[in-house]
């Protein structure tokens, strides 16, 4: 026969028990996500206008995952100061999964550049998968007393008078890459800074300036219509789409810069939602249609996991940052 005494301390353990339960559900909650995610449209934060290579992606990717999802992915231009403004909104946002961010090089480049920015570019974020690697283009003017990549070393390095080079802007891929060209073949070109590759192509076609390490989509449109003349990737082989150029790295060897595109959100998203948006992203980037895509732009489709990711983006940190550095390139 239960005392008086024992059914009290019954009665202790279960408030006990309940008390402890509730206080983990929050947490449990937190750590499995909601299992109805999504049940509300996401915002798709984009650091680029409409009409350019980020905002195409972003809304071929966003299409498909509203499809999937059965709700609005939508598309947020914000592509002031270079993709800082994005990211800060997107470090702030709650880890719910309504918001991400289609994050390219420029966001690693950023952090090197300025280390005083109002977040950190790995550790502020939750990586769900690189979608895309892309190199860049070196392209002359076809009037250029060039016409291969080991010319263009030589020439570069027995030039008399001031040699230029010209990128979309300040920090931008073009901009480091040039600057590790410096480096590398042990030239001392001055950096031409643009608001934007449209403008520095422009001109390069107008014969202002020397050389330019451009976007891969961008520089073959103007190769093939002569108005450029293609001499180099700066991807580390080859690229299969663009046999006939070499790589920069088989004149240089270890001359690398690749770009790349990927979705990351804010920190300490729940796993089941990395899970399954890492999946559906890396099943869209699959899809044929989608691949010849990516492929037609001049990139290679990736698809790798949240924590390939991570390390990739340190590692990218780490180059940039490296970079910078040694050749002392600033915003400024």
């Known amino acids: ?43 798709f934060l984009t650091p680029a206008q409409p009409g350019g290579t980020t905002d195409i992606l972003a809304r071929l990717v966003g299409a498909r995952l509203t499809d ?10 914000r592509a002031s100061a270079s993709g800082v403004i994005a990211a800060e909104l997107t470090a702030h946002a709650p880890p719910d999964g309504y918001t991400l961010f289609l994050a390219y090089h420029q966001h690693t480049v950023n952090a090197a550049l300025n280390p005083q920015l109002p977040y950190h570019p790995v550790n502020d974020f939750t990586p769900i998968t690189q979608l895309t690697s892309a190199g860049l283009t070196l392209v002359v003017n076809p009037s250029t007393p060039v016409k291969n990549l080991k010319e263009f070393v030589e020439w570069t390095r027995n030039f008399k008078g001031a040699l230029n080079f010209g990128s979309a802007g300040l920090g931008s891929g073009g901009h480091l890459a040039g600057e590790l060209y410096n480096l590398m073949a042990g030239v001392k070109a001055q950096h031409i800074p643009y608001k934007g590759s449209g403008p520095a192509l422009i001109d390069l076609v107008a014969g202002q300036y020397h050389y330019n390490f451009a976007g891969m989509l961008p520089a073959q449109t103007l190769v093939r219509s002569g108005k450029l003349r293609g001499l180099a990737v700066t991807t580390p082989k080859r690229l299969g789409a663009l046999p006939d150029l070499p790589a920069v790295a088989e004149v240089l060897p270890g001359f690398e810069i690749v770009g790349w595109y990927g979705v990351i959100a804010p920190a300490r998203l729940p796993k089941p939602i990395v899970t399954r948006l890492h999946d559906e992203m890396v099943k869209i980037i699959k899809q044929p249609d989608v691949r010849e895509r990516i492929l037609a732009d001049g990139s290679e489709p990736v698809g790798s996991t949240p924590e390939e990711f991570r390390q990739y983006l340190l590692a990218d940190l780490a180059k940039w940052a490296k970079l910078v550095k040694e050749s002392g390139a600033k915003l400024d």
């Open 1 to 43: 026969m239960k005392t008086p005494r024992s059914d009290f301390r019954a009665v202790s353990v279960l408030v006990m028990a309940l008390g402890l339960g509730a206080c983990a559900a929050p947490a449990l909650a937190q750590q499995r996500g909601p299992a109805d995610y999504p049940n509300k449209p996401i915002r």
């Open 68 to 77: 999937v999802f059965k709700q609005q992915v939508v598309v947020d231009n």
